[in-house]
């Protein structure tokens, strides 16, 4: 019994003493690998801020690039008021194809600055058009580049936007995020017009103005301060045209002002928002353009049919005419539910207004009638000597059909509504300008993250000419079925004027789009 307890004792000792050696060597190699694992860790700090340097500097001293090219295919069609002097009533293309390349870049260097640019190329398959105002003479406005790179042109690339941005934390030592922007501005898709076109909003609202701008934006943010969510105030000022003389002048003064020349265009006005939540949204704008520019005719000539002077074409040149002023309201749902169908769909109204200031004269001379040999300086605008308003309301929805968006517009402008916005994006004029009545719906679909397919129609029914002209006698609104009345009557002169209204158009496009 003694040999047996003596015989544990000693194994129990022998077991105690290797455990003792085996935790001791345990905690010699723990030991080994924390150091080790510090190694790994202070190496792998020093690798990622190197891996950090790099990315700064990649994402600082380059320009990003992105791509938008579009394919697209319009069937236009123009019925015009009677017929004209070759016996037609109506003048269209059923396939008009064209290309429109974007590239657009961005650059920060920091948090505070931004640069962002965008190339365009928009051109009709096989051509070049190199004015879409016309061939020289007195009907040719390439001296305006309001639509630089939405009409179709060659194969060139424009510079459709470049501007800097600085964005600041706080305006006047208040919790007020603001922003100051000068170049050539994104004002043409602006807000509610980007949804046809299935692009973010632009800066303008798209009711009142869709034209390329070059100028300077300052911007408020005021949510913090008032607690309204996404209340803000931007001012906007720009210029429109520039007048000098061009290079190698034979006296020397190359770029000083033309006295014969269009005066500079300028346009001045603020965007305010006093509430965007992201689902229910309210833009207000207001501004006013000094010197616009329009058509006016050199002679009048005195009309028996109508017993009163109308413009001679023939005498028609570019002038300043006076002033524009314009607003608008703009309001959009985004989303009518939390959850289901509605919770997808968009509904939006606009409502706009313009109005005429006349203020600058030109000599006109009188053919016939009471003034007959007579010239005076005549002030106009919009074809009349009186200041004129219009107004124009516009509504529409988009709704989520089989996996795509399929959106549904209206708008209506009354007799002497004059909007800016030459730029939109159709191939048969501005419906957003029409005095009258617009109806398109249209149908986008994304077939890949990048590629989309969208179906449009756009149909534009004319109430009143003048639409489409600028501010000048072009932009004089007769009431197409008074005219139509008067020529069925047998006016002559009304006859000889139907065949050049147009009195209603359609545009239908379906386009390809790659954008990555």
Same mark, same amino acid.
């Given at each position: 019994?003694?040999?047996?307890?003596?015989?544990?004792?000693?194994?129990?000792?022998?077991?105690?003493?290797?455990?003792?050696?085996?935790?001791?060597?345990?905690?010699?190699?723990?030991?080994?690998?924390?150091?080790?694992?510090?190694?790994?860790?202070?190496?792998?700090?020093?690798?990622?801020?190197?891996?950090?340097?790099?990315?700064?500097?990649?994402?600082?001293?380059?320009?990003?690039?992105?791509?938008?090219?579009?394919?697209?295919?319009?069937?236009?069609?123009?019925?015009?008021?009677?017929?004209?002097?070759?016996?037609?009533?109506?003048?269209?293309?059923?396939?008009?194809?064209?290309?429109?390349?974007?590239?657009?870049?961005?650059?920060?260097?920091?948090?505070?600055?931004?640069?962002?640019?965008?190339?365009?190329?928009?051109?009709?398959?096989?051509?070049?058009?190199?004015?879409?105002?016309?061939?020289?003479?007195?009907?040719?406005?390439?001296?305006?580049?309001?639509?630089?790179?939405?009409?179709?042109?060659?194969?060139?690339?424009?510079?459709?936007?470049?501007?800097?941005?600085?964005?600041?934390?706080?305006?006047?030592?208040?919790?007020?995020?603001?922003?100051?922007?000068?170049?050539?501005?994104?004002?043409?898709?602006?807000?509610?017009?980007?949804?046809?076109?299935?692009?973010?909003?632009?800066?303008?609202?798209?009711?009142?103005?869709?034209?390329?701008?070059?100028?300077?934006?300052?911007?408020?943010?005021?949510?913090?301060?008032?607690?309204?969510?996404?209340?803000?105030?931007?001012?906007?000022?720009?210029?429109?045209?520039?007048?000098?003389?061009?290079?190698?002048?034979?006296?020397?003064?190359?770029?000083?002002?033309?006295?014969? $020349?269009?005066?500079?265009?300028? /346009?001045? =006005?603020?965007?305010?928002?006093? +509430? %965007?939540? *992201?689902?229910?949204?309210? @833009?207000?704008?207001?501004?006013?353009?000094?010197?616009?520019?329009?058509?006016?005719?050199?002679?009048?000539?005195?009309?028996?049919?109508?017993?009163?002077?109308?413009?001679?074409?023939?005498?028609?040149?570019?002038?300043?005419?006076?002033?524009?002023?314009?607003?608008?309201?703009?309001?959009?749902?985004?989303?009518?539910?939390?959850?289901?169908?509605?919770?997808?769909?968009?509904?939006?109204?606009?409502?706009?207004?313009?109005?005429?200031?006349?203020?600058?004269?030109?000599?006109?001379?009188?053919?016939?009638?009471?003034?007959?040999?007579?010239?005076?300086?005549?002030?106009?605008?919009?074809?009349?000597?009186?200041?004129?308003?219009?107004?124009?309301?516009?509504? $529409?929805?988009?709704?989520?059909? /089989?996996? =795509?968006?399929?959106?549904?517009? +209206? %708008?209506? *402008?009354?007799?002497?509504? @004059?909007?800016?916005?030459?730029?939109?994006?159709?191939?048969?004029?501005?419906?957003?300008?029409?005095?009258?009545?617009?109806?398109?719906?249209?149908?986008?679909?994304?077939?890949?993250?990048?590629?989309?397919?969208?179906?449009?129609?756009?149909?534009?029914?004319?109430?009143y000419t003048g639409s489409n002209g600028f501010y000048g006698d072009?932009?004089?609104?007769?009431?197409?079925?008074?005219?139509?009345?008067?020529?069925?009557?047998?006016?002559?002169?009304?006859?000889?004027?139907?065949?050049?209204?147009?009195?209603?158009?359609?545009?239908?496009?379906?386009?390809?789009?790659?954008?990555?």
């Amino acid at each position: 019994m003694k040999k047996i307890v003596t015989a544990s004792l000693v194994a129990a000792m022998a077991i105690s003493s290797a455990n003792a050696m085996s935790n001791s060597a345990l905690a010699a190699k723990l030991s080994a690998l924390e150091t080790e694992l510090a190694s790994v860790k202070a190496s792998l700090k020093k690798q990622n801020k190197k891996i950090n340097k790099v990315k700064a500097h990649d994402s600082q001293d380059n320009i990003k690039w992105g791509a938008d090219l579009r394919t697209s295919i319009d069937n236009i069609n123009y019925d015009l008021a009677g017929k004209d002097a070759n016996g037609n009533d109506s003048y269209g293309k059923n396939d008009l194809m064209a290309i429109r390349l974007w590239l657009n870049m961005a650059y920060s260097p920091d948090s505070h600055n931004v640069f962002k640019g965008q190339l365009s190329m928009n051109k009709a398959f096989g051509a070049d058009f190199n004015s879409p105002f016309g061939k020289g003479g007195a009907f040719t406005m390439t001296n305006f580049d309001w639509i630089g790179n939405e009409a179709l042109r060659g194969d060139e690339l424009h510079v459709r936007q470049a501007f800097w941005l600085y964005l600041g934390d706080k305006a006047f030592g208040a919790d007020i995020p603001w922003t100051f922007s000068i170049g050539r501005r994104p004002s043409t898709n602006g807000f509610l017009a980007n949804l046809s076109q299935d692009d973010a909003a632009q800066s303008p609202l798209g009711h009142i103005i869709n034209v390329e701008f070059d100028g300077l934006s300052s911007k408020l943010d005021l949510s913090n301060v008032t607690g309204v969510p996404g209340m803000s105030f931007k001012i906007c000022m720009g210029q429109g045209s520039t007048n000098a003389t061009p290079m190698f002048q034979a006296n020397g003064t190359q770029y000083s002002n033309d006295d014969n $020349g269009v005066q500079d265009v300028k /346009l001045a =006005g603020f965007i305010f928002e006093p +509430y %965007n939540d *992201g689902q229910f949204i309210v @833009k207000t704008t207001a501004f006013k353009a000094f010197d616009v520019p329009g058509y006016v005719a050199g002679q009048m000539n005195w009309n028996n049919d109508f017993n009163t002077y109308m413009p001679d074409p023939s005498t028609m040149a570019l002038n300043n005419t006076g002033d524009m002023e314009g607003a608008a309201i703009s309001v959009l749902v985004d989303g009518l539910t939390d959850e289901g169908f509605l919770a997808d769909t968009k509904v939006f109204g606009s409502f706009a207004w313009s109005n005429s200031n006349v203020g600058i004269a030109h000599d006109r001379y009188f053919n016939g009638g009471p003034y007959n040999g007579m010239t005076v300086p005549v002030e106009s605008m919009l074809g009349t000597d009186s200041d004129e308003s219009g107004t124009s309301y516009w509504f $529409g929805t988009y709704l989520p059909v /089989l996996g =795509g968006t399929l959106g549904l517009e +209206y %708008n209506h *402008g009354s007799q002497y509504w @004059k909007p800016f916005t030459q730029a939109e994006d159709t191939m048969i004029g501005s419906k957003m300008a029409v005095r009258g009545d617009a109806w398109e719906v249209n149908y986008t679909y994304q077939l890949t993250k990048a590629l989309s397919i969208q179906a449009r129609y756009v149909a534009l029914d004319y109430e009143y000419t003048g639409s489409n002209g600028f501010y000048g006698d072009g932009g004089y609104a007769f009431k197409i079925d008074d005219l139509k009345a008067a020529a069925a009557a047998g006016n002559t002169t009304a006859q000889g004027m139907l065949g050049g209204i147009v009195d209603k158009a359609q545009d239908a496009r379906l386009y390809l789009r790659y954008r990555f």
